[in-house]
């Protein structure tokens, strides 16, 4: 049997690759090759192409056939045209993005998504809504009219090894820098579903192990247990042996927050993955608080350059002076507010009278 995985060298593709291998698959990846990784074992083969383009899909590919494809990297929808009736079976891998409300809560209203988001929910249909969401809802169309007994798989955040843009990294970086203290905007109490990268290679493959269930589906994916944005820097600092003060600033005025704030909103982003948990039989490959711990341990062993490619594409200053300054004026502020009297205001209480003695009120004339 004969297996395509388009990419093969990002974030999930070599858990893909090897989960290919160990099925008895003969698998090729087809890449840029731009960069090579280790993981890749030596007899997988390597097609080294642009998958963006038709004419360069046609030309890396002319006159192949696979059994099986998995196209987790390019533009899917020509890739999908290009291997119409050329491959037993087709499996795609797109992002969350599509749903309305992903990338622009305040298009819904209320304003946000609903919480948790089933794959059935809507799509951006009209680019003018948003043109980048509306074109990944068309990918997903696409693999479908090509490939009607196809399985699509919708990402979420992917953290671990080959991230491009780890946002964990912020959180550590800091804590390496000595700093006590972190900016979080709204307390971090955002819902994003994260997905490690060895668990969403696992949904992908039970595609693969699962032909018939998975058959015209499209699936949600992301580890069995989620954490707010806050929940997960306190996980970090306490792998890391540290502690760090959450500092509380609205989201509007916490700018220094915004690099490793998830598409710029603290809107909640909490994907529903109990269709595949069911129909598939999903499972993590390794627990959410495990696998922290070894995307974590990864960055520390592949250090990104202060300041280098990564960072630059993370798009955080690490500008502690300017948090600080932030952090004070923030702190004056609230003294002020908390110098502002509401007579309204009082203690809560629970609404239930509570009686000493049967038949009297209690302490509360209730």
């Known amino acids: 049997m004969h297996a395509l995985v388009v990419g093969g060298t990002g974030p999930t593709g070599p858990y893909i690759v090897n989960g290919l291998l160990e099925r008895g698959y003969n698998v090729a990846i087809f890449h840029r090759g731009t960069h090579e990784i280790p993981e890749i074992p030596p007899e997988v083969e390597h097609i080294h192409g642009d998958p963006h383009f038709p004419e360069t899909i046609e030309e890396a590919l002319a006159g192949r056939t696979f059994d099986l494809v998995i196209a987790t990297y390019g533009r899917v929808r020509f890739l999908a045209q290009a291997l119409a009736g050329k491959v037993g079976r087709f499996i795609s891998v797109g992002g969350v993005a599509s749903y309305r409300g992903y990338l622009n809560p305040e298009s819904l209203f209320p304003h946000g998504m609903s919480v948790p988001v089933a794959e059935h929910a809507p799509v951006v249909a009209d680019e003018a809504e948003h043109r980048f969401s509306y074109l990944i809802a068309q990918t997903e169309q696409a693999v479908f009219q090509y490939h009607p007994q196809a399985a699509h798989?919708?990402?979420?955040?992917?953290?671990?090894?080959?991230?491009?843009?780890?946002?964990?990294?912020?959180?550590?970086?800091?804590?390496?820098?000595?700093?006590?203290?972190?900016?979080?905007?709204?307390?971090?109490?955002?819902?994003?579903?994260?997905?490690?990268?060895?668990?969403?290679?696992?949904?992908?493959?039970?595609?693969?192990?699962?032909?018939?269930?998975?058959?015209?589906?499209?699936?949600?994916?992301?580890?069995?247990?989620?954490?707010?944005?806050?929940?997960?820097?306190?996980?970090?600092?306490?792998?890391?042996?540290?502690?760090?003060?959450?500092?509380?600033?609205?989201?509007?005025?916490?700018?220094?927050?915004?690099?490793?704030?998830?598409?710029?909103?603290?809107h909640h982003r909490l994907m529903d993955t109990s269709?595949?948990?069911?129909?598939?039989?999903?499972?993590?490959?390794?627990?959410?608080?495990?696998?922290?711990?070894?995307?974590?341990?990864?960055?520390?062993?592949?250090?990104p350059e202060p300041g280098g490619d990564l960072e630059q594409r993370l798009q955080d200053p690490f500008d502690y002076d300017g948090e600080d300054r932030v952090i004070d004026m923030w702190r004056g502020v609230t003294e002020q507010l908390e110098n502002v009297h509401f007579e309204s205001v009082s203690e809560r209480h629970h609404p239930y009278a509570h009686p000493k003695k049967a038949g009297e009120r209690d302490h509360r004339n209730r």
């Not at 269709?275 to 250090?303: C, F, M």
Request: glycine share 8%; proline share 6%; with cysteine.
């Open 153 to 266: 798989f919708r990402y979420p955040y992917v953290y671990g090894p080959r991230q491009l843009i780890p946002r964990e990294w912020s959180v550590i970086r800091r804590i390496l820098d000595g700093r006590s203290h972190m900016i979080l905007a709204d307390g971090g109490l955002t819902l994003t579903t994260r997905g490690y990268v060895a668990n969403l290679a696992r949904s992908v493959l039970l595609a693969v192990d699962k032909p018939a269930a998975s058959a015209g589906q499209i699936y949600n994916c992301g580890d069995e247990q989620q954490f707010t944005f806050g929940q997960v820097v306190a996980m970090i600092a306490s792998y890391m042996g540290r502690e760090l003060e959450i500092v509380s600033i609205p989201y509007d005025l916490a700018l220094p927050a915004r690099p490793y704030i998830s598409e710029q909103t603290t």
């Open 275 to 303: 269709k595949i948990r069911t129909q598939l039989g999903y499972r993590d490959v390794h627990p959410s608080a495990a696998a922290l711990g070894l995307a974590i341990d990864w960055l520390l062993e592949n250090r």
